[in-house]
């Protein structure tokens, strides 16, 4: 299933129970005023403009050091739940390792239907509003000693105040003739009343919801209740300025009938909503009760409740990150902060060819003594890999270079240099090129630990592995040269090739940590893999797999072994005796504080 299709049956149901909510809020305030009423609707309104993903998300941006409350996890718990009913379920091991990607024709066929109905709207709202301007522009100005514009022109429609910044009161021909000066001014006030409370730039907003979510008749209804608290609230306020009720009710009765309605919610008139409902209230005048300060209280309690719970709850749900200043126990094994004698960097010209490594540049052990001399042709981003140690994901490789200049990860650099002594062990090497990224390129790093998704690397059966993963010291002995016939043929690195019919990758002398810290290079996961087996010691192992259905398969598999539809997850299962399981857990991440361009020498 599209992932996109459960977010937005999420966003619609908690939109929807936001709408019930506010209609709930309005039956207690029903004898209030009718302005507040309107809010609560603009409320509900506005809710579907702003997912609380959207929300969540923000909080999620927060970083912070507490352990996670008990009450506070059970609040998220409890309102994901509510709010997220037809989120996709946690995938688990088998699941992952057997799904494989399909294509639906939904998608974009739900596409197109909302698009057509989106245009359709769009396209009337546009042409209503084209001919309520032309009649506008047409008309002639009238002194009515009103802080606004008035026209009068050759419309039919009944009097409307248009536009949003600079209002126009919009005065048909002849309706001086037609109401009496006290029933005019009646609906002139109620017209200055929509100006001072921007109810068409709130009319535009809803009509913009209305656009968007045409399909949900809950915004049709909600904007229906918009405009009848909007007119009543109107109403209100004309009847507080001192006009007879009486007087009022029958300039409105009388524009009712000898005028149209107004063609679109922007442009606010003096119909609209039930008018027999409408005029009993004003004839009964009843006295508007003021909100009791508690009301008051729980009104601005629950909008921002609404606000703030999705925001704790992203806070909560977000990393929990903590600052590391202690290096890594591996930095402080190789002796600590290192130098190179004499190093060169310069720029590799454009169109000149690619010379490999002297040594792979891996955060494996796999080493070629080269007498201290360190030569290599890369993008600057894969010089700090391999000075940290790390093994990335694409995503967390995107993450680290996100806010760092296009040339980190796109300008090749050559870089020779020598060590002071002729035999460095490679992470000393490592040493080295940290040393020579700060003095040269002024890199500053520092690391954080974050609570993130992962996979975790564990045993099929406790205590058993599979076929093909085999205690080192059963298999052929590491030599100095690595031995062609043996695959793969260097110790202490990981390795994938691609053959006639299928992938087979493995590596030799590795400990679980390593070999799951290579899985997402070798099988193109997406998550970190963290060794959960409990196994001990080093191990060899190679594994064999079929392209995923929708990748490219390679042609003529005869001669190579049947593997019978074995996707990559399926193989670690099969052949290694380890699954990977959807989990959580703090990992280390280098963040790069700073980078320059280096001079070159």
């Known amino acids: 299933m599209n992932p996109s299709l459960p977010m937005l049956a999420d966003h619609l149901w908690q939109s929807t129970l936001f709408a019930g909510v506010a ?4 039956l207690v305030l029903k004898k209030n005023d009718a302005r507040v009423r309107y809010g609560v609707w603009l409320a509900a309104s506005c809710k579907f403009l702003v997912p609380f993903s959207l929300l969540i998300a923000l909080g999620g941006h927060v970083r912070w050091r507490p352990a996670p409350a008990t009450l506070l996890s059970n609040l998220s718990v409890v309102i994901d739940e509510v709010s997220q009913p037809f989120a996709a379920p946690a995938i688990s091991s088998h699941l992952l390792a057997q799904a494989s990607p399909s294509v639906s024709p939904l998608p974009a066929l739900l596409s197109f239907i909302w698009a057509c109905g989106f245009l359709g709207i769009a396209w009337s709202w546009w042409v209503r509003w084209r001919r309520i301007r032309a009649a506008a522009r047409a008309g002639l100005p009238v002194q009515l000693g009103i802080p606004i514009r008035a026209i009068s022109s050759a419309t039919v429609l009944e009097p ?5 910044f600079r209002p126009i009161l919009l005065l048909p021909n002849g309706i001086f003739d037609r109401l009496t000066p006290s029933q005019l001014k009646g609906v002139i006030a109620h017209e200055l009343s929509h100006v001072r409370h921007w109810d068409n730039l709130i009319a535009t907003i809803h009509m913009f919801v209305e656009t968007v979510f045409w399909f949900h008749p809950l915004v049709w209804w909600i904007g229906k209740r918009m405009v009848a608290e909007r007119e009543r609230a109107c109403d209100e306020e004309v009847l507080e300025l001192g006009y007879e009720p009486r007087i009022y009710v029958e300039g409105i009765l009388n524009v009712c009938k000898l005028y149209l309605d107004s063609p679109l919610e922007c442009v606010s008139g003096i119909s609209g909503s039930n008018l027999k409902q409408r005029v009993q209230t004003i004839l009964a005048n009843r006295m508007v009760h003021k909100m009791s300060l508690a009301k008051k209280v729980a009104l601005g309690v629950a909008g921002t409740a609404a606000l703030v719970i999705p925001l704790v709850i992203g806070i909560m749900n977000a990393p929990v990150v903590s600052a590391q200043t202690t290096m890594p126990p591996w930095q402080t094994a190789a002796g600590g902060k290192m130098a190179f004698e004499v190093a ?15 040594f792979p540049l891996s955060n494996e052990n796999a080493y070629t003594a080269t007498g201290g001399r360190f030569a290599a042709n890369f993008p600057v981003v894969v010089y700090i890999t391999f000075a940290y140690k790390l093994s990335l994901t694409q995503e967390q490789r995107q993450a680290m270079i996100a806010h760092l200049p296009k040339w980190v990860a796109s300008d090749p650099f050559i870089i020779q240099a020598k060590a002071p002594n002729s035999s460095p062990t490679k992470d000393q090497m490592r040493l080295m090129v940290q040393s020579l990224l700060a003095d040269r390129f002024q890199l500053t790093v520092h690391y954080e630990t974050r609570e993130a998704p992962v996979l975790a690397l564990t045993l099929v059966k406790p205590g058993k592995t599979g076929p093909k993963l085999i205690p080192h010291s059963d298999g052929p002995p590491c030599d100095a040269t690595p031995d062609p016939s043996v695959f793969p043929s260097r110790c202490e690195a990981t390795a994938r090739q ?16 390593m070999i799951a810290s290579a899985l997402p290079s070798l099988g193109g996961l997406d998550r970190p893999v963290i060794d959960h087996t409990g196994l001990r010691g080093n191990f060899d192992y190679r594994l064999e797999w079929l392209p995923e259905p929708n990748g490219a398969r390679p042609p003529d598999p005869a001669g190579q072994p049947d593997l019978q539809g074995t996707t990559f997850l399926q193989a670690l299962h099969d052949q290694l005796g380890l699954k990977l399981e959807p989990t959580k857990s703090a990992i280390q991440t280098l963040v790069v504080d700073h980078i320059e361009r280096p001079s070159e020498n």
């Open 23 to 26: 209609g709930l809020l309005t």
């Open 498 to 513: 691609q053959g006639p019919g299928g992938f087979f990758g493995g590596a030799r002398n590795m400990t679980l940590e």
């Open 344 to 358: 060169s960097i310069r720029q590799r010209p454009p169109g000149a060819p690619f010379t490999p490594p002297n």
């Open 160 to 164: 409307g105040v248009c536009g949003i």
